[in-house]
């Protein structure tokens, strides 16, 4: 969303994975889920990602909705001139 990431799809021992920002009180609570995890990388560095990468983690309508909160989360990042630009205002 206006150039930033909010979500990463791949794999992690061959089973699909996603990455995700979230709140801090968010990853918080979720990072203590079965399969759910700080984000390698990212969370080794300060920033509040989340990683689904094993079951039971989340059912897709939790991924879904976690997704467009990522959105949300990064969008509000952006400056209003490009979320005017964008029609997120």
Known sequence: VGGKVFA????????PAF??????????MLR???????APYL????????QLFAKPGLSDKELKERLRESHRI???????????ELGLE
């Open 8 to 15: 990463v799809g791949g794999w992690a021992d061959g089973k």
């Open 19 to 28: 990455t995700f920002k979230v709140t801090g009180l968010a990853y918080e």
């Open 32 to 38: 203590e889920l079965p399969g759910l995890r700080p």
């Open 43 to 50: 969370a080794s560095r300060g920033m509040t990602w989340i």
């Open 74 to 84: 990064v969008a509000l990042g952006l400056p209003k001139k490009t979320r005017m």
